[in-house]
């Protein structure tokens, strides 16, 4: 039998208009009275920053806002935002959006404390101390980042993801406002959530999930498959967007104290490169990776099969995997999800780097199947010609 660990110290709060009580909720935890928040251009455009930022200044927070963060966030960004939380003298920070927000506002809360770059982190060069307060608001349905020790960033110059991942990283409080994502366009929430639905995949079967993370992910997966549809169809519908942001947490909270595998692998390597969003990369991949890993554990493959519906409890597990398979390609193809020989500025030529970025990426050895450059390249291929 295997021994385990799971570890969660993030308090959770989810409800419709929880945000409103942002000031309410911070009293107890004592962080300070100088807040950064930290969000992007698309999200502040909304005009969902500016409530929060005013709520808190009535109730006495001193607030500065810092929103030079790309889709895929780079470290000149960080490094960019540590600073200015220096110059703020910043207590904590408040990320306030999708992945890119939150994990960019995890990395200035570690370097505006502690110095250094992202990649010193990565690389095991610098320890994880002193992080400031991360609090985490997220406005999309996806990543799960505000319940996770993990923080994915680009560097700049090599087009790499770099994994910055500890404990320490975990924000102290996660506010989940349904209400923050009734106006996430169309085309974000299909990626968003698919992307939610790769973390739950993965966080399950990857070489070292745990029963907890297991069960996280199973109900993440039941979720997804039948709120997404809604929530895309109709963004107002309250239920969907309650239902994928419960996903969304339960999936982080999966693969939070598990990992992620080959798909997120190929997916960040697509990222670096062309900037592509992180689900729509995601999405490209998943039929085919889980095509290449069935062949590696078939049981496990069909209970996946069957907690999302595309397969009877009934069905032989050789029927399961394959209805799997069939039902992934046909649920992304329903949120309109580009092929991955449609995605803007892929090059076959490129296949070599993408390759070689998905090999030297950290979560590799989580995949259940063993997988090599070989293998990557031959997922790839078979991806972009279908």
Not at 16 to 41: C, F, H, R, T, Y
Not at 327 to 334: D, H, K, L, P, Y
Request: aromatic content about 6%.
């Amino acid at each position: 039998m295997n021994s385990f660990h799971y570890f969660c110290p993030t308090r959770i709060e989810m409800g419709m208009g929880k945000a409103k009580q942002l000031p309410e909720l911070l009293e107890s935890l004592q962080i300070g009275k100088s807040i950064l928040l930290v969000s992007d251009p698309g999200v502040v455009q909304t005009g969902l920053v500016e409530p929060i930022q005013a709520k808190l200044q009535s109730a006495g927070y001193r607030v500065t806002l810092f929103d030079d963060v790309s889709q895929n966030p780079r470290d000149t960004e960080c490094l960019k935002g540590a600073e200015y939380f220096n110059e703020q003298n910043a207590d904590a920070v408040i990320a306030i959006g999708g992945g890119s927000a939150m994990d960019t506002g995890k990395a200035i809360a570690l370097i505006g404390r502690n110095g250094g770059t992202p990649i010193e982190y990565a690389e095991g060069q610098r320890r994880y101390e002193n992080v400031a307060p991360i609090i985490c608001v997220p406005t999309t349905a996806g990543t799960g980042s505000e319940v996770t020790r993990s923080s994915v960033i680009t560097e700049a110059s090599t087009h790499r993801k770099l994994t910055l991942k500890d404990a320490a990283l975990r924000p102290v409080l996660a506010v989940l406002d349904p209400e923050l994502t009734f106006t996430v366009p169309k085309s974000v929430t299909a990626a968003t959530g698919v992307d939610a639905l790769v973390h739950a995949i993965e966080g399950y079967t990857c070489k070292v999930t745990n029963p907890i993370s297991q069960a996280m992910g199973a109900r993440a997966m039941e979720i997804i498959v039948s709120a997404l549809p809604e929530a895309y169809r109709d963004g107002r519908n309250e239920k969907a967007r309650y239902d994928m942001l419960l996903a969304s947490l339960l999936a982080g909270l999966c693969f939070g104290s598990a990992d992620v595998a080959a798909v997120h692998c190929l997916a960040e390597a697509l990222g670096g490169l062309y900037d592509t969003p992180h689900g729509v990369a995601n999405a490209v991949f998943l039929p085919f990776v889980l095509k290449f890993n069935a062949q590696e554990n078939k049981a496990m493959h069909a209970k996946l099969a069957r907690y999302m519906k595309f397969a009877a409890e009934s069905d032989s597990d050789e029927q399961a995997v394959e209805q799997l398979i069939q039902g992934i390609e046909a649920f992304t193809r329903s949120l309109d999800i580009p092929k991955l020989k449609d995605l803007p500025g892929l090059r076959k030529e490129d296949f070599g780097k993408i390759v070689e970025l998905a090999v030297q990426n950290g979560s590799t050895p989580s995949n259940i199947r063993t997988v090599t450059a070989k293998d990557y390249l031959h997922i790839l291929e078979d991806a972009y010609n279908a």
